[in-house]
């Protein structure tokens, strides 16, 4: 099983390439010229940055407000720029497990490779495991959520996204639903 262990990472982000729609999602750690990037989809992100404010903010919750954990992601820490390249995926992400490092301060992430359940003879999945700082998983997330907010508008009707030339609307009857109101 190979284990792409970051502790911590220079960097950690969700990044995705393509048009909303069509946009294929990753997230990348990279340190000691080393770089990782594994392949995931939206919900997945879009879980990852929920699950990591709700531990974050249970951490400060139950520390009384004595954890070193930011309320809201450290400027300094705000990370903008495009997933680095060459972009060449390590693995399909299947499974996450996130958790808190009392001992270090640290949020715990792991990604594991998708495996297909019925193949016993197939290898130990891959794991990116990462340790990233309290104030950097804020960063992470506000970047995450900004990710999954950038694709396409959601109908104003049923909520599911719409495409250019609009969507089949269940909430319409099958008819097609038009531009999102502003």
């Avoid at 990279?30 to 770089?35: M, Y």
């Avoid at 390590?90 to 301060?105: C, I, N, Q």
Wanted: charged fraction near 25%; hydrophobic fraction near 45%.
């Amino acid at each position: 099983m190979p284990v792409f262990d970051y502790d911590p990472p220079e960097r950690f982000v969700a990044g995705a390439l393509g048009q909303p729609g069509a946009r294929a999602f990753f997230l990348q750690a990279r340190a000691e010229g080393r770089l990782t990037t594994v392949a995931l989809e939206k919900l997945q992100v879009a879980a990852l940055a929920g699950r990591l404010d709700e531990l974050l903010d249970e951490v400060l919750r139950r520390s009384g407000g004595t954890a070193h954990v930011p309320a809201l992601a450290p400027a300094e820490l705000t990370d903008e720029a495009p997933l680095d390249v060459p972009l060449a995926e390590d693995f399909r992400v299947g499974t996450m497990a996130l958790a808190w490092d009392p001992e270090t301060s640290q949020v715990v992430i792991e990604a594991q490779e998708m495996v297909d359940d019925e193949d016993l003879d197939a290898p130990e999945p891959a794991v990116l495991r990462v340790r990233i700082s309290a104030g950097a998983a804020r960063a992470f997330t506000a970047r995450a959520l900004r990710l999954v907010a950038a694709g396409r508008p959601p109908c104003p009707l049923c909520g599911q996204p719409l495409d250019a030339e609009g969507h089949i609307c269940v909430r319409l009857n099958g008819y097609r639903g038009g531009e999102a109101a502003s």
